[in-house]
């Protein structure tokens, strides 16, 4: 075997999902998974639905006062949800 084809499993992966533009889908599946553990269980008990388009990360609530206090940490909310994936997956956030 060369050793200048060598490359770790974890970087040929990568490689592959950056080459196939998966790397965005699988940021936006692991955003959508930390959702309760950035914004709580009671909060995630109130979400119906999550879904990323476009960079932006929409979410259906069933209460109108949750969707209100939400709105004003939309900033916050969009900061520590990239954090947790390590990447600058969504650039807003709608509340519905």
Known sequence: MNSHNDQTLGDAIKAFLQTYHLDDKLN???????????????????????????????????????????????EKLIAALNNEVNAAVIEDIVFN
Do not use: C
């Open 28 to 74: 936006e599946t692991k955003l959508i998974q930390s959702w309760e553990k950035v914004v709580g269980n009671m909060v995630a008990r109130h979400t119906k639905s999550l879904a990323v388009r476009n960079k932006i990360l929409f979410v259906r609530l069933d209460s109108p006062a949750l969707r209100n206090e939400l709105s004003y940490r939309r």
